[in-house]
């Protein structure tokens, strides 16, 4: 046990109760491309990005600063731009649709991941059906201001269809990567996400969700008589083992370190602990988003209140 | 050292030789959400999802079914959908614009990210110019076929301001997160990613990139006179500490497993393994992308190559 003193400002989710405060004068255009001619992404309030900012007991006018950046974003002729909704903790993108607005403003003030029904000419946040609402923790916008992420975490399915993301079609994947993609309707067991990853589809994920799903197939796998099961397979299967691989990729990984064996075995190694310590976090019932979300609540502690929170 | 036989075909980018191929009949609408009504996407040229498929050396026609599958995706009335690259490993959105039918093709084919530019009426090959391409590994559609990803590895910085990625601005940071939203030109760094670091821009990143990044910025940070390091600071400033917490933390997330602590401290444990080792992995230089990376890497080899690989 320690602790861990990582206070960071920008992982922060800002209590909705304070609400955000924002200074326009900061949102200004510099990609080229793609650009519409629009100016109004490149409003300046002021003229210095460099001016102190106020203090936060001092932003009664939040809301009208809000309001205010979020106008100036680049809005198509309908009045509209890319949403795309990201889970904060894996990477992986659970859905994209258009948001006007009032859609973007209701985002952040509410924190429920919010678009824009254009069939329905109404706000449609995701979840006011289902319940699977995302819990929007921040809201980045690109450099020209016609694309926003909502980074935030799921509360069930983002897909309407019981799949985590809406991304699951391959389009280049090889044969039968398609055919896989069946997608099981999993919601009543969202809360336990490593289970998806025996049999299901394969998706747009990142490396470490990938990953993670690989080792559940392999838990998975049918052992046939006179070959050889996976090194997965085999460590899953031997806790002995497996805890004996744990200890023995720490003790390398350190020993980059100690016996300066340069950046490149570092890296081999780190991968080496990383991918034994999802191998057993499986083992032991685990998810790694579970593990990645309790690591970012913990960059919001002081370590002492990180300390207390573990006892 | 070990082999880990974690081939998965899910993760492979199948080389640009070969070419996709795809299966048209099973790329259907079922997402309700944002429908416009058309129908091109639910196109079924065949009826069973389950039909055979073809053996990987039978198809001749691959070209003619990725623009048959390409077709079948929902175009817009400019004849556009929304085509987000997104890197493979980190899960870092890098960037989003416009793409008709012949870039998501030529994404395909030549696995370099292309979108459309309606200013300049082509296509855009990003990285044509720069020399920052974006390599493909594999397309995802969404639901409904409005919207795809193209996840790969950026070659260089996604934005032409040099970051990254273009989301580097958060709408709802707390005071002065916009401020400090001052993108650094860092072209020539971009190969040792670990340094963009210190004192960058909060982006929109996921939790292992963010937590990388604290770990940088800890590096960095002044001591100040009576005031106790952050415990990041300390571990960096003295590996022998450093390398007992990694070992003391490996133990426990093994001892979790051993003595069936149950799944929550499987989980934190995990967690503890995953900082200190970023920690180490910082001290000796590396980076965490370059770890997933290698980590990818091995997924499509076998236990004998990836072995034979590491001599």
Known sequence: YHTMALFVRSLSSSPPSHGPRLRPSLLRSRCRFMSSGSSRWNVRVSSSSSSPSPSPSSSSSSSSSLESVVSSLKWDEKGMLVAIAQ???????????FANKDAVMNTVTSRKATWYSRSRDKLWIKGEESGNFIEVTSVYADCDGD????LGKP???????????CYYTQLDGPDG????NQVKEHKKDFAHTHEHGAGAAPTATPTLLALQRTIADRAN???????????????LSNHELLC????????????????????????????????????LLHAAGGDV????ATL?????????EEKASRK
């Not at 889970?87 to 649709?97: E, K």
Request: aromatic share 6%; with cysteine.
């Open 87 to 97: 889970d904060a903790d894996t990477g992986m993108i659970l859905m994209q649709a």
């Open 147 to 150: 694309s926003v992420i909502y």
């Open 155 to 165: 509360r069930g399915p983002s897909c309407h269809t019981g799949a985590q993301t």
């Open 177 to 180: 990567a398609i055919a896989n």
């Open 221 to 235: 796998e049918p052992v046939v008589e006179g070959t050889k099961p996976s090194w997965t397979r085999r460590l």
């Open 244 to 279: 004996s691989k744990v200890r023995e990729e720490a003790d390398e990984l350190c020993q980059a370190l100690e016996k300066n064996e340069g950046v490149e075995r570092a890296t081999s190694e780190f991968g080496d602990v990383l991918y034994h310590s999802l191998v």
């Open 289 to 292: 988003n579970d593990a990645l």
């Open 296 to 304: 970012r609540a913990r960059f919001n502690q002081s370590g002492v």
